[in-house]
């Protein structure tokens, strides 16, 4: 991604957050984003927006689909929007920090050169979901729905539901966000980003 779209990402990302979101704590939240590597991750070591920047734009895909979700659902003004923004905007903090470069060798023309990859190291293995709403909470009050619709973005491919678990399930009966921002997920990542594996 070039540095010119890396840079209107973030400047859109900031703006997004400061518009909806008038939450105590939410400048603290930011400011701390800043000291991250959120605006330059990737948003996965090697599927979807696997490159600088991804991680943001992903975000923000994820927000235009979740806000277009509420609006046909809802209908425009019939739902909270610093709620959605948060949802949407935060899903994914988890991935903060958690990606390094490493070199491989890789066979180009019958040559081997050296290329960068992405690589996954974890310093707060705190899960996915769960551990969005983990570091938001140390920022933010999260409302039941928001923590809800977070820790549960992930529906049918979280592992916790691999090893068993159905509470999913309950939350999406229980929290129509929780739902959507699944469903945004997918559409941001399937439709938009395309996956390349
Ligand atoms: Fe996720
Ligand atoms: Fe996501």
Redesign the pocket.
């Known amino acids: 991604m070039e540095k010119e779209i890396i840079q209107q990402n973030k400047e859109t990302f900031l703006m997004l957050a400061k518009e909806d979101i008038k939450r105590e704590g939410i400048d603290n939240l930011l400011a701390y984003l800043e000291t991250t590597d959120f605006f330059t991750a990737p948003a996965s070591s090697k599927y979807h927006l696997n490159e600088e920047g991804g991680l943001c734009a992903h975000s923000l895909n994820v927000y235009e689909r979740m806000v277009a979700l509420c609006d046909s659902e809802f209908g425009e003004e019939n739902y909270n929007r610093e709620s959605v923004a948060i949802i949407a905007l935060f899903?994914?903090l988890?991935?903060t920090n958690t990606y390094k470069v490493e070199m491989r060798n890789v066979k180009e023309n019958g040559e081997w050169v050296q290329k960068p990859y992405y690589t996954t190291d974890d310093s707060l293995p705190y899960g996915?979901?769960e551990k969005?709403v983990y570091m938001l909470s140390g920022f933010i009050k999260l409302t039941r729905e928001e923590a809800m619709a977070i820790n549960w973005?992930?529906g049918g491919f979280d592992r916790r539901v691999i090893g068993g678990s159905y509470d999913f399930n309950k939350a999406y009966n229980m929290y129509p966000l929780a739902l959507l921002i699944h469903l945004a997920?997918m559409q941001a990542t399937f439709l938009d980003e395309k996956p390349i594996n």
Do not use: E, I, L, V
């Open positions: 899903h994914d988890c991935k996915h979901g969005s973005h992930m997920d």
